[in-house]
């Protein structure tokens, strides 16, 4: 048995937002072409927000499980908060939408223009909640089990483009405990200053030997 670390809700929220994205966008491409291809898009977009909205179901279930289990700091905690407060009224939205089409599907109705206005703002208001789910992850760390450390000389890499990170013994303590931002991260100006500094002592420094005493 695998475990998901936190757990399934970074699966099921790509599908989440691939599948509608996917049908917002094909509703709004089809208010500008005409028949037949107008009428197989409109089928393929309703399909899309339908498996969506059915996804959807488990995204929030898993997403609400992720709340109330992952470890969390008070910062952290406030904007995991705002993500999910952003998701509710995101998966309300796709829920009321995909009953919507049905209905109208339902009784051979055209969806009409204020149906694709309202794609595209929840479209706009799931960008938003998945923008905020990164920072959760990517700015605060939650859900992230261990984070990648430099110790000492002999860390150096390159990347395939040819781009790589130094080792860690450029940066001392005492360095990154002056210059930590409010985010917890050192600017890049500062990291190449002190680079160059340490870099700069190490160099054994030539002298001539003039005669006179020092």
């Given at each position: 048995?695998?475990?998901?670390?936190?757990?399934?809700?970074?699966?099921?929220?790509?599908?989440?937002?691939?599948?509608?994205?996917?049908?917002?966008?094909?509703?709004?491409?089809?208010?500008?072409?005409?028949?037949?291809?107008?009428?197989?898009?409109?089928?393929?977009?309703?399909?899309?927000?339908?498996?969506?909205?059915?996804?959807?179901?488990?995204?929030?279930?898993?997403?609400?499980?992720?709340?109330?289990?992952?470890?969390?700091?008070?910062?952290?905690?406030?904007?995991?908060?705002?993500?999910?407060?952003?998701?509710?009224?995101?998966?309300?939205?796709?829920?009321?939408?995909?009953?919507?089409?049905?209905?109208?599907?339902?009784?051979?109705?055209?969806?009409?223009?204020?149906?694709?206005?309202?794609?595209?703002?929840?479209?706009?208001?799931?960008?938003?909640?998945?923008?905020?789910g990164g920072e959760v992850v990517y700015r605060y760390g939650l859900g992230v089990m261990s984070l990648?450390?430099?110790?000492?000389?002999?860390?150096?890499?390159?990347?395939?483009?040819?781009?790589?990170?130094?080792?860690?013994?450029?940066?001392?303590?005492?360095?990154?405990?002056?210059?930590?931002?409010?985010?917890?991260?050192?600017?890049?100006?500062?990291?190449?200053?002190?680079?160059?500094?340490?870099?700069?002592?190490?160099?054994?420094?030539?002298?001539?030997?003039d005669g006179h005493a020092h």
């Amino acid at each position: 048995m695998f475990e998901i670390i936190p757990n399934w809700h970074p699966i099921f929220v790509h599908f989440t937002v691939a599948l509608f994205s996917i049908s917002a966008g094909l509703f709004t491409i089809t208010s500008f072409i005409k028949s037949p291809l107008k009428e197989q898009w409109q089928t393929v977009a309703r399909w899309n927000l339908w498996f969506g909205a059915g996804i959807t179901i488990i995204t929030g279930l898993a997403g609400l499980y992720a709340y109330n289990t992952v470890a969390h700091d008070t910062p952290s905690h406030a904007a995991m908060t705002e993500h999910r407060n952003w998701a509710i009224v995101a998966i309300t939205l796709i829920l009321g939408l995909a009953i919507w089409s049905i209905i109208r599907v339902h009784r051979n109705l055209a969806l009409g223009t204020a149906f694709v206005v309202a794609m595209v703002i929840t479209g706009g208001i799931l960008a938003a909640t998945a923008w905020r789910g990164g920072e959760v992850v990517y700015r605060y760390g939650l859900g992230v089990m261990s984070l990648p450390k430099v110790e000492g000389e002999g860390h150096a890499h390159e990347h395939a483009d040819g781009t790589g990170h130094g080792s860690a013994d450029a940066l001392t303590p005492e360095m990154t405990d002056q210059h930590l931002t409010q985010d917890g991260v050192m600017p890049e100006a500062d990291i190449e200053m002190e680079h160059d500094q340490s870099m700069s002592s190490r160099k054994p420094q030539n002298h001539k030997d003039d005669g006179h005493a020092h």
